[in-house]
Nanobody
Framework: VQLVESGGGLVQPGGSLRLSCAAS????????MNWYHQAPGNGRVLVAS????????NYADSVKGRFTISRDNAKNTMYLQMNNLKPEDTAVYSC???????WGQGTQVIVSS
């Protein structure tokens, strides 16, 4: 199993980023997936979840209305569209196969002026 995140970077408050999680080594379309973030000095926090078929999503209250999770099972890829970013969104963002211990290496997001 391999999960590779990309798309992080430095962005000003109010800006947008789109993160990607490219999956391989398993049948991606059969598994629910999660995005987590980990801010400096804190533990991992669940940000968003998506069902295997993409038909159901859930979000942490802190990102509702600003972030959108999606997936393309034909491309074995999950996405996190992040809009109206705030400094408190600064963290390492990682994807995970729900119910497993398979994690990506993470991608850094820094929201700062």
């Amino acid at each position: 199993v391999q999960l590779v995140e990309s798309g992080g970077g430095l962005v000003q408050p109010g800006g947008s980023l789109r993160l990607s999680c490219a999956a391989s080594g398993f049948t991606f379309s059969r598994y629910d997936m999660n995005w987590y973030h980990q801010a400096p000095g804190n533990g991992r926090v669940l940000v968003a979840s998506i069902r295997s078929d993409g038909g159901s999503t859930n979000y942490a209250d802190s990102v509702k209305g600003r972030f959108t999770i999606s997936r393309d099972n034909a491309k074995n890829t999950m996405y996190l569209q992040m809009n109206n970013l705030k400094p408190e969104d600064t963290a390492v963002y990682s994807c995970k196969v729900r119910g497993s211990n398979y994690w990506g290496q993470g991608t850094q997001v820094i929201v700062s002026s």
